[in-house]
């Protein structure tokens, strides 16, 4: 989406479109789902858990980064990330105020 076209919508359906670009692609839950499964920072262990190049992991790292999801310290020469709680929980709050409404079609196509 054109960044004049961003405009247009309120700040709630712009955060919504950048919670669901960041959780759009498989490998990006999988590093989540990783993330949480251990309970703790992990460093360096992704290559193998995936099975994808350490370029195109780190991309991905960039991205849930950059959103906020993730968050890394350097310790020596390695990168640990683990899941930022706060911004989980917003996210996650944002996600079922947008999910709380049912669905009931009364006809349809």
Known sequence: MGVTK??????HQNRLASIFKALAHPARIAIIQHIMKQNACICNDLVE??????????QHLRELKSMGIIKGTIEGTSVCYCIDETV?????????VFFKDDVSVKKCC
Request: avoid cysteine.
């Open 49 to 58: 858990e995936l099975g994808l190049a350490q370029a195109t992991i780190s």
């Open 6 to 11: 961003t405009e247009i919508f309120n700040e």
């Open 88 to 96: 989980w929980l917003s996210l996650k709050n944002e996600l079922l």
